[in-house]
């Protein structure tokens, strides 16, 4: 089994803790659009920092890339390459703006299966007000599914899993 889901939702919802959970039962690899960014990054001084300044300098720097050599998309395909080729079963893949989603899709011919994490209740901080195209456009995008991520941890996990095991079976059909 090769899957590629293309995982999105804003900054707190649980993206990163659900693909550890998907790591728990499947070969998982999890790569961002931002990996790249975040070396240049810190090279120009940020220092990991998650605060809206340094959201909206990252977000901004990706732009720049895209538009110089769209860096993020050649960046991301190696990566799909190399995944098809590894023993891994799935490859999750964070990218934020709509038009870099299908991109990616298109990259994939579109084999990729696209996610959004919402938070529920509990995590509605401040959606779609980070100050960033990033983040602000992640509800603008025709997702193939939507987890909602709205339950204790201890019972996210069998309610993850569930999803993921629907998106395989919808893959493979």
């Given amino acids: 089994m090769k ?4 995982i999105n939702g804003m900054g707190g919802v649980g993206k990163d803790t659900l693909c550890r ?4 039962t499947y070969r998982v690899e999890n790569i961002s659009a931002i990996d790249p960014i975040k070396e240049i990054a810190a090279m120009c001084g940020w220092q990991g920092e998650k605060t809206d300044r340094a959201r909206k300098f990252l977000s901004d720097l990706k732009q720049l890339t895209v538009l110089y050599n769209d860096f993020p998309t050649v960046w991301l395909t190696e ?14 893949v964070h990218i934020r703006e709509p038009q870099e989603i299908a991109k990616f899709v298109r990259v994939t011919e579109g084999k990729a299966k696209t996610l959004l ?3 529920g209740k509990r995590m509605m901080k401040k959606a779609g007000h980070y100050g960033n195209a990033s ?12 987890y909602e991520n709205d339950t204790p941890l201890d019972e996210a996990e069998p309610s993850f899993l569930a999803t993921l095991r629907k ?7």
Avoid: C, H, P, Q
């Fill in 135 to 146: 983040d602000d456009e992640v509800e603008n995008y025709a997702y193939n599914y939507i």
């Fill in 167 to 173: 998106i395989i079976a919808d893959a493979e059909a």
């Fill in 3 to 6: 899957l590629t889901i293309i």
């Fill in 21 to 24: 959970i998907a790591a728990k």
């Fill in 117 to 119: 994490i919402r938070g």
């Fill in 79 to 92: 990566r799909y390459r190399r995944f098809l080729e590894s023993d891994d079963e799935i490859l999750f």
